[in-house]
């Protein structure tokens, strides 16, 4: 008896076996780099509806480029997780008690207090994934090198949020 093995057979074996998987630490860290990211996403819409005050358009319109932006990112390390074989969990329950960003205020905020809240904000999710970057670095350099975009990203943002206000 000849048993044929097509081409494609061996490329469906072959990835099955050399597949890279997320340990249980790698996909808890990029978990809670999402949860910040997701918040924050959050939070500057909120920001976005609810600003007052002088400077409002500009700010206004910078505030969706770092939403987009938050999005975006949050959407590349969800997808990393699938990618590494872990599940992302982006509910907002799941969010609300796993995030570390601070509630955002209700109502109405004046532009002034907008650079602090989203500046501040900015800078605990890069510190967040700043404070995962070495331990995601020494499992997978690969998901780093994307940690390292979003860090450059969201400092981008906070630096010119900040000046904003100055």
Known sequence: MTITVSPDDRCVDAAATARF????????????????LVELHLQGKQAHWNLVGPGFRDLHLHLDEIVDAAREAGDTVAERMRALGAVPDGRSDTVATTTTLPAFPEGEQPTSAIVHLITGRLYAVVDTVRSLHDEVDAEDPTTADLLHAVISTLEQHAWMMDAAGR
């Open 21 to 36: 998987t997320a340990s249980p630490t790698l996909a808890a860290a990029l978990q809670a780099i999402l949860a910040d």
